[in-house]
């Protein structure tokens, strides 16, 4: 069964204070791993793909990082602005259709 | 904002009852997926349409169903309503299947029901 565990579930920064989020993965095989930052009451909004190992993608204060096991996203200096739940998916091979399997989310909050 | 419209924003309802959610994809897309997100269950994979056949089928209950349309918006149908189906409900579409740039799902802003 495939399987998203994502840590801490909450983190609580300081405006500047530079971290990493932790996305661990159990499929039999990754078609790709998205990243969706999601304010409260609202939409996932994605962030970035990633498709195999050793692939980084950039986005302002944003890096998210591929490996066979898991992912990172880290945060660069962040902003109040930054303060989400960032959720991590798998999509896995042999899947007939899209069916992304999601991991509960990081809480992050920004303090200024 | 995604291109993604779901309506209504918010349904209050009562158990036993039925309601109907509506979604729009972004222009062109053709696949439209359905998930619940609720505080114990995360985001859950429902249903996914592509071009009006059924593609893909997640942890959908019996008294939920969903299609899409000619046109290509989906509904999703939540019959015999209890008070645990209270939750956000999701739509996303994405271009076509396959083709890496293809893949990735565009959320709307959802839809918040309460059945009370």
């Known amino acids: 069964e495939d399987q998203v565990t994502q840590s801490p579930e909450a983190l609580r920064l300081q405006e500047g204070e530079s971290s990493s989020l932790n996305c661990s993965y159990t499929?039999?095989?990754?078609?790709?791993l998205f990243w969706y930052r999601q304010d409260p009451g609202k939409g996932p909004e994605f962030l970035f793909t990633?498709?195999?190992a050793g692939e980084e993608k950039e986005k302002e204060r944003l890096k998210a990082t591929l490996t066979k096991k898991e992912s990172f996203l880290h945060i660069t200096a962040p902003k109040p602005e930054d303060s989400a739940t960032y959720l991590c998916?798998?999509?896995?091979?042999?899947?007939?259709?899209?069916?992304?399997?999601f991991g509960g989310g990081t809480r992050l909050m920004v303090k200024p | 904002d995604s291109g993604v419209t779901q309506t209504p924003k918010h349904l209050i309802t009562a158990t036993g009852q039925r309601v109907t959610l509506r979604c729009s994809p972004r222009?062109?897309?053709?696949?439209v997926y359905w998930y619940q997100q609720s505080l114990d269950q995360g985001l859950q994979f429902l249903i996914q349409?592509?071009?009006?056949?059924?593609?893909a089928k997640g942890n959908i209950l019996e008294r939920f169903s969903a299609q899409q349309f000619p046109d290509l918006h989906s509904e999703l149908n939540l019959s015999s309503l209890e008070l645990g189906d209270s939750a956000l409900y999701f739509c996303?579409?994405?271009?076509?299947?396959?083709?890496?740039?293809?893949?990735?799902?565009?959320f709307g802003p959802g839809t918040r029901l309460l059945v009370l």
């Open positions: 996303a579409s994405s271009s076509r299947l396959g083709g890496r740039s293809q893949e990735t799902q565009y």
């Open positions: 499929v039999s095989g990754l078609r790709g």
């Open positions: 998916a798998v999509l896995p091979e042999g899947n007939a259709g899209n069916m992304l399997t």
């Open positions: 990633l498709y195999s």
């Open positions: 349409y592509y071009n009006g056949e059924e593609r």
């Open positions: 222009s062109g897309d053709l696949s």
